[in-house]
């Protein structure tokens, strides 16, 4: 195992930007991070903030982060920054999160150029011709359950142990469609079609539980993955 040390968000337009958006550019909406900028010629329209809700049950990441999709179209808005984003902790099984919405014309331009600088990025580690993919891996530091460790399986092997902070690139031999998985108290998957030359991000976290939590798993689109995971560490671990 060895250092592989990433430079991977400077060749994105916005350094660290970690944007998300909807197949249609008619209803395009970026999603930026609390440390990100807004874009030059932003206009704000308002701001939106999403709780728990009492007995809410989607409320995961992406339920999250699509509610506040919704949210934003209400008010006309194509563009959303992340002012505070609270992961599941002792007080919440959920993802809360409050932002301010912000309209902006050129947009659906801006994302195409940092579309084409994130496929640039991606070629940096490694080509479209290769013969494997990658699965890049990581746990943020916050959020419930920080003592717990699991080890991820890739079908039927090991391929890393998760650990509260930790990143992982892994090399993926067998390609078509691949179950990534990890047990605690109960097991937790998430299903991949893996192609060679492709890279892959898998953002990890525990959810609650009656005794030590489950695992929780995103698969995250190209530049909001790799945006988070080239910001945990300067370093990785390099896992064969």
């Not at 919704?70 to 993802?95: F, H, M, Q, V």
């Not at 999160?97 to 902006?104: E, S």
């Not at 490694?126 to 399986?153: E, F, I, M, W």
Request: with cysteine; hydrophobic share 40%; aromatic share 8%.
């Amino acid at each position: 195992m060895k250092q592989l040390h990433i430079f991977l968000m400077t060749f994105l337009l916005f350094p660290a930007a970690a944007f998300s958006q909807e197949a249609s550019s008619d209803s395009l909406i970026v999603i930026l991070q609390e440390k990100d900028p807004v874009p030059e010629g932003a206009t704000r329209v308002g701001a939106i903030r999403i709780k728990d809700g009492g007995f809410k049950s989607r409320c995961g990441y992406d339920q999250t982060l699509e509610e506040a999709r919704e949210k934003a179209r209400t008010l006309k808005g194509n563009l959303i920054k992340i002012t505070e984003l609270k992961p599941p902790d002792n007080w919440s099984t959920c993802y809360r999160l409050r932002a301010d919405v912000y309209h902006h014309d050129g947009l659906a331009d801006i994302v195409a150029a940092q579309q084409a600088e994130a496929a640039a990025a991606i070629r940096t580690m490694l080509p479209d011709t290769a013969s494997y993919a990658l699965l890049c891996v990581y746990r943020p530091k916050t959020g419930v359950g920080t003592l717990v460790q699991y080890n991820l399986h890739v079908n039927d092997s090991v391929v890393c142990r998760v650990k509260r902070g930790g990143s992982y690139m892994i090399k993926l031999h067998t390609m078509g469609q691949t179950q990534i998985w990890a047990r605690t108290e109960s097991r937790a998957e998430v299903s991949a079609d893996i192609q060679p030359g492709k890279v892959y991000f898998l953002k990890c976290g525990i959810g609650m539980g009656a005794f030590v939590g489950r695992p929780q798993f995103y698969l995250m689109n190209t530049t909001q993955g790799m945006s988070e995971f080239s910001s945990m560490y300067g370093s990785v671990e390099e896992e064969e």
